[in-house]
C-alpha cells in the first residue's frame, strides 16, 4: 500500500540551529501538505502545494520557516533559525487533486525537540 | 472564521462500552466533515467522512451523521475495543478548489479491559 514518506521520524536540535525535514508524497498525489502539530492540539497547516506552487501558505512564519516542492514530487521543510517554540510534530500529507472531498493520507510525522 | 469544537478528553471507556464524542463546527455554507484517527506513534488516517446533510459516514464499527439543524457531527460506537485508543479528530473542509481542512484539538480515548 502506498505511504507518505518522512525523514527523519525525530530531530532534537539547538536554539539558533537550522533544521529541514523531508516528504515524500503518494506517487500521482499532486496536492502537498506541511502541518505543525503541538502536543495535545489539532494539526494546524503551514503551507499547501499544488503541484510545485505553493496555495496557501498564510499560517507559515516566513521569517523563519521555508517550504519547496521544486518539480511538484517530494517536498522539503526548513526551519532557521530554530527557537524552543518551534518542538512539535511536523506532518506531511498529500491527496489527488481535482476531487472535490480530498481524503488526505498523512505520513509518520518528524518530531522536533528544541532545546 | 471556520472552526471546529470537541469535547475534551481524555475519555476512558471499558472495553465494549458505547462511545459517543462530541463534535460541533462554525462555518459557512456548506463544509464537508471528516474523523481522523492517530494511533500512537502514527500519523492520522481518515476513519470517516460526511459530505452533505444527513449523510452517515460508517468505517470500523463508528458511525457519524451529518446534522446541519445543529452544526454536529458526533462519532459513536455501539461497543469499543482495546484497539481503538486512539486520538480522535473532528474536522471540516469548504470543499474549495484547494481544499483547506481545519482540525479540532482532538479527543484521546483509553479503552481499558
Redesign the interface.
Known amino acids: 500500500e502506498a505511504e507518505?514518506a518522512q525523514s527523519p521520524r525525530y530531530k532534537i536540535t539547538e536554539k539558533s540551529q537550522a533544521v529541514a525535514f523531508w516528504c515524500d508524497p503518494i506517487s500521482g498525489h499532486a496536492?502537498l501538505y506541511w502541518y505543525r502539530q503541538i502536543l495535545?492540539?489539532?494539526?494546524?497547516?503551514l503551507v499547501?502545494f499544488?503541484d510545485e506552487s505553493v496555495?496557501?501558505d498564510s499560517q507559515l512564519p516566513k521569517d523563519r520557516f521555508s517550504a519547496e516542492r521544486l518539480k511538484g514530487v517530494d517536498s522539503t521543510l526548513k526551519i532557521q533559525p530554530a527557537e524552543l517554540g518551534d518542538s512539535a510534530m511536523y506532518?506531511c500529507?498529500s491527496?489527488l487533486a481535482g476531487d472535490?472531498?480530498?481524503?488526505?493520507?498523512?505520513?509518520?510525522?518528524t518530531r522536533l525537540t528544541v532545546l | 472564521g471556520n472552526s471546529v469544537t470537541q469535547m475534551e478528553g481524555p475519555v476512558t471507556l471499558s472495553e465494549e462500552a458505547f462511545l459517543t464524542i462530541n463534535c460541533t463546527y462554525t462555518a459557512t455554507g456548506y463544509p464537508s466533515l471528516f474523523w481522523y484517527v492517530q494511533y500512537p506513534g502514527e500519523g492520522l488516517q481518515l476513519l470517516l467522512k460526511a459530505t452533505k446533510a444527513d449523510d452517515k459516514g460508517s468505517n470500523k464499527g463508528f458511525e457519524a451523521t451529518y446534522r446541519k439543524e445543529t452544526t454536529s457531527f458526533h462519532l459513536e460506537k455501539g461497543s469499543v475495543q482495546v484497539s481503538d485508543s486512539a486520538v480522535y479528530f473532528c474536522a471540516l473542509s469548504q470543499g474549495t478548489s484547494y481544499d483547506k481542512v481545519i482540525f479540532g484539538p482532538g479527543t484521546s480515548l483509553s479503552v481499558i479491559p
Open positions: 507518505v496536492t495535545g492540539q489539532g494539526p494546524e497547516l499547501q499544488q496555495v496557501d506532518l500529507a491527496s472535490r472531498v480530498h481524503e488526505q493520507f498523512f505520513g509518520p510525522g
